[in-house]
């Protein structure tokens, strides 16, 4: 994607109508612009692999009706924001199989690195627990 591209500002239907779309690369929607994600190194792709096990074990242990993904699912957090955490559990119906977006978020994992902590635990967290927040309860 150009910078040119990366600066057009956009909504969330826009983006996901299209700009997810794309079959190159990660991107997020933050207040209407698309972000580039960086590649991961092994140690972060190792982690978020962990996670997404252990959260598929707990799931499936409970009982209860969610399902585990990992990144390249999309939280929509309103009109204009639109994250990619690196993995999640999504509740109540179920998930369309050729869907990008986690309707229901319930559990939202990031693995944070050095050069993404500062935003993944301030702006991004505060975003996301916003969005959990209005997701309804599965107990």
């Known amino acids: ?11 969330v ?19 209407g612009e698309i972000l580039s994600m ?12 962990e996670v997404y096990v252990a959260l598929r074990a707990a799931l499936l242990a409970s009982g209860v009706d969610c399902a585990a993904s990992t990144n390249g699912m999309t939280v929509v957090v309103d009109d204009d924001t639109a994250r990619g955490p690196d993995a999640l559990a999504s509740g109540g119906k179920p998930i369309h199989l050729d869907t990008r977006i986690a309707d ?8 944070t690195s ?22 309804p309860s599965h107990r």
């Open 114 to 135: 050095p050069s993404s902590e500062r935003d993944d635990t301030g702006r991004k967290l505060t975003e996301i627990l916003g969005r959990l927040d209005q997701a």
């Open 104 to 111: 229901a978020p319930i559990i939202v994992v990031e693995v």
């Open 1 to 11: 994607m150009s910078d040119a591209a990366a600066k057009r500002t956009m909504n």
């Open 38 to 49: 960086a590649p991961k190194r092994a140690q972060h792709n190792r982690f978020k692999g």
């Open 13 to 31: 239907h826009e983006f996901t109508g299209g700009a997810m779309r794309q079959d190159t690369g990660r991107h997020e929607l933050v207040p």
